[in-house]
């Protein structure tokens, strides 16, 4: 996959700069921002050691494919996806279940400002506009930890980012004038963005949200929480294996290609045990999360 995504990335650097026709341009955009996702799926099987076991192999792994390709701060996001993993749509301890701008579950909307009501009021209906300023918040946070203390390797993440940054300039100085060279970099940002988005959004929005005095067993925790979505290898590849949600928080050092394996296996224990086991195809995941959002917004 590593070796693809480099070979891809290069191909779609020369597109940009070789193809005069602005919608080429725009369609090597599109791309670009799709393989910034393709770099943070892969980081995120090195984050679990799907990949690597030891910690060295797993440090440079995550420093090249977050800080260097995608600009972001890698111990920022692993420790962040660590808690999401302890605790999955708990309703204060999940980070990936709190934004700024949405209510996530019904009583969340008695906790926002007053001024966020407008834009949670139509939130089902914007959600997609919302999800594109998503390269705005993962870098402005990943530069905030670089301020913070006890921040590990600052001084490399810094570095590692700056020649993110160095690269894309470089790119962008290459595309013919300024812009093309805006152009090029809203439209990637904005389709890794959304791309991010889409992929991530299926894997708990909408499922049980964890109460605060709420005790269960870790099996039912994990299962209950998640969502997979049902499909093909072109599915598998697009969502980076996370469309087996539930197997991939049962056990998270799996590696992706042997996610599809574990399903029946993990479908059959949860019938056998009088466990929920949601699935559903693309469509069906992206309804039950927009219904999802109209509840919410009404505070349901």
Known sequence: MAVFNTVAVAGIVALAIWSPHPSVLILSAVLFGF???????????????????????????????????????????????????????????????????????GEQKAQKSWYVMPVIAVQAYIYPLLVMFIFITMRSASISTLFAQGTPMRIRQGLGMIAHWTLIALLLTQLGGWPEALAFFIVSQLAFSLYMGSVFAPNHKGMKMMA???????????????????GNWFV?????????????????????????????????????????????????????????????????
């Open 35 to 105: 393989m910034l996702t393709q770099h943070g799926m892969l980081g995120h099987d090195v984050a679990h050691r799907q990949v690597f076991r030891k910690g060295r192999p797993v440090t440079f792994s995550g420093w090249l494919l977050g800080n260097v390709l995608m600009g972001n701060s890698y111990s920022w996001w692993t420790r962040k996806h660590n808690i999401h993993h302890a605790n999955p749509n708990h309703i204060s301890e999940d980070p990936d279940a709190s934004y700024p701008m949405l209510a996530i579950f």
């Open 212 to 230: 605060e005095d709420e005790e269960l067993d870790f099996i039912r925790t994990q299962v209950l929480t998640a969502r997979n979505v049902r």
């Open 236 to 300: 598998d590849y697009w969502y980076g294996g996370l469309n087996y949600q539930i197997e991939h928080h049962l056990f998270p050092t799996m590696p992706r290609n042997r996610l599809k394996d574990a399903k029946p296996i993990v479908e059959k224990f949860c019938v056998d045990h009088g466990i929920s086991y949601h699935e559903t195809s693309v469509g069906g995941s992206y309804k039950e999360i927009f219904q999802h959002l109209r509840r919410a917004s009404a505070g349901e």
